[in-house]
């Protein structure tokens, strides 16, 4: 009888030893995918990021502002429970230079310098005038000045006298 209620307590573990080990879910890549998009949605310097999953393996790609927003998106990604390892395939987007407003800005420099009471900036292509200047100085300024074939003028900060 005692060998028959051990044989029995034996079983009982072993089952219930069988019946743990068989309910430890593996998380599934779909599911990783998953919480891993909810998380770049959700924050605003990931959400042109997009993921794939492996085995584990999340393959980030898309744009970033900068080398600190593409660092950030990988340790984002890393903290996702499943995740085994992440591929960051994000590219850092260059600046924006307008070699236009460059070389305008110059010109205007250039133009300028005999205009003591005007300052002047490039903005998009525009040129923006702020001061004052006497309208025979003034005329000649916009003869300089239309030379260098700029998209328009904001003359809201000049004062023609």
Known sequence: MKKISISIAMMAFFTLAIAFTSCKSKVSDADVKTAVETALKADPMAVNTMVSVEKGVATISGECKDDACKTHCADLVKGIKGVKEVVNNCTVTPPVVNSTDDALTMGLTDALKDNPGVTGSVDMGKIV????????KWAALKQMLDKLTPKGYNLDGLTIK
């Open 129 to 136: 005038l702020k001061g004052e200047i006497a309208k025979a």
